[in-house]
């Protein structure tokens, strides 16, 4: 089309063609064939930049060994990381989100902390030390669900934890529990782009918590390839 169109200009005299008829007369083939080769290295980059997600998460969900069996549940479809206000333990104000960029193993129960609840932080301390060098690339995570205040005999052992309050209710939107429990029964996986993608069985003990790290460890090795120690930059 812009072919004839240019042919049709010069059959035009001069002095009837509007100002500056050269500057917005369509583009030649050339310019046209520039536009598409960038637009296609422009999809090439970001094919290369997602593909080794994509990936990870084929090797993950498809390629499985047979009789390979997971011991957690896999979220489908995926849900996001919602925007959720966030407090630390001495009310330092913060955002769900800051989490992103690293592997999170995450309870949740209020402030009080009971038997389950403590429970649940020895085996998320015990499966994160068990990842050995991979340790690193997995933040233990508990999201407090009331305004309530950790028992003092509990605080030591929560220095390499991630301890943060959040609304009760906002949270239960995001995450959910397996049918005839509540959300502080269970242990639950986000991959570093903020998806909840696992949640592992109620009522885990030591027994199950061995079972439950060889899912991490699969999807540690699964992962390798683009996440490393320390959280991910943001993109």
């Not at 169109?5 to 059959?11: E, G, K, Q, V, Y």
């Not at 930049?49 to 090797?59: I, L, N, Q, R, W």
């Not at 509990?154 to 239960?172: F, K, N, Y």
């Amino acid at each position: 089309m812009s072919g004839s169109n240019l042919s049709d200009a010069s059959s035009v005299p001069v002095a009837t063609l509007p100002p500056d008829a050269s500057a917005t007369a369509a583009p030649g083939p050339a310019s046209a064939r520039g536009g598409r080769h960038a637009g296609w290295k422009l999809l090439f980059l970001l094919v290369v930049c997602v593909s080794p997600v994509v990936a990870s998460y084929f090797t993950y969900y498809v390629v499985r060994p047979e009789g390979r069996r997971n011991f957690g549940e896999l979220v489908e479809p995926l849900r996001p990381m919602p925007e959720l206000a966030t407090a630390t333990l001495d009310g330092h104000g913060g955002s769900l989100q800051a989490l992103r960029g690293q592997w999170l193993l995450v309870s949740a129960a209020p402030g009080a902390c009971d038997a389950a609840c403590q429970n649940h932080l020895y085996l998320q301390r015990q499966m994160r030390e068990s990842l050995g060098k991979d340790k690193d690339r997995l933040d233990w995570v508990w999201l407090v669900t009331d305004t309530g205040s950790p028992p003092a005999e509990i605080q030591p052992g929560l220095r390499q934890a991630t301890v943060l309050r959040v609304d009760a209710e906002a949270l239960s939107r995001w995450l959910e529990p397996a049918p005839g429990h509540g959300i502080t029964e269970h242990l639950y996986v986000v991959d570093p782009m903020g998806n909840w993608m696992m949640r592992f069985p109620a009522a885990m003990d030591t027994a199950a918590a061995a079972k439950a790290k060889k899912d991490l460890e699969r999807l540690m090795r699964a992962s390798a390839s683009w996440d490393t120690a320390g959280r991910m930059e943001k993109k």
